[in-house]
């Protein structure tokens, strides 16, 4: 656990989605263990922060996509 | 001094490109994994827009006041369907996180969602702030 923890730290430094992602996993996990939230709350965050990574990896395929074709209509 | 030979011609290079366009396109098309580039739609942009208005406004001491951010909301994710959005499903994901905001008891819940959002929305303008 230690070393999930060293490498969100390691994640959480910059301004990106998955920076601030990794901080608020981190602030979840702080909450949890202070007994501030549930175990079943604390889950059901963590499943929605793995729901924005996805999207985040999605958005992010659509911008390269985007980016490429609007290269290729300045070939054409 | 010697002159150095470029490795890359002008014309290979636009024939690598243009390959490339071509076979991504093409893997794309065959895939359906909703990342085909869509145009810039100043409708939904302007429906984004109040939704995120509104939704900086949330405050989970005064749920009574969510009216608004839920009207917009709203607004924003009928449109994105209508238009089929690569992005409907992240609008409908900030819908469902405000009404698990607003169902909880929890203060801290409220907020914790309340963060996760605002990343969702995040996301939405990477998107809608590349398109042309």
Redesign the interface.
């Known amino acids: 656990m230690v070393n999930a923890i060293e490498q969100l730290q390691a994640i959480a430094v910059g301004q990106s989605?998955e920076a601030?992602?990794a901080r608020?996993i981190l602030?979840?996990h702080l909450?949890y263990q202070r007994g501030?939230?549930t175990k079943v709350?604390y889950d059901?965050?963590l499943l929605?922060?793995e729901?924005?990574r996805r999207?985040?990896s999605?958005?992010s395929?659509?911008?390269l996509?985007?980016?490429?074709?609007?290269?290729?209509k300045l070939?054409a | 001094m010697n002159e150095k030979t470029p490795i890359y011609t002008l014309r290979q290079r636009l024939l690598e490109i243009s390959l490339g366009v071509f076979l991504l396109s093409l893997l794309l098309l065959t895939s359906g994994c909703g990342v085909i580039p869509q145009k810039h739609d100043s409708s939904l942009v302007s429906h984004y827009v109040e939704a995120r208005y509104e939704f900086g406004k949330l405050n989970c001491d005064k749920k009574e006041e969510w009216d608004k951010a839920y009207q917009a909301v709203a607004k924003l994710q009928i449109y994105a369907d209508t238009r089929l959005d690569n992005n409907a499903a992240n609008i409908k994901a900030i819908k469902d996180n405000l009404d698990k905001a607003k169902t909880t008891k929890s203060t801290l819940v409220c907020q914790n969602y309340i963060k996760l959002t605002e990343q969702r929305f995040e996301l939405l303008e990477k998107v809608y702030r590349n398109r042309w």
């Open positions: 989605v601030e992602i608020l602030e979840f909450q501030e939230i709350e059901f965050l929605e922060t729901a924005i999207e985040d999605r958005t395929a659509e911008n996509v985007t980016n490429v074709f609007e290269l290729g070939l």
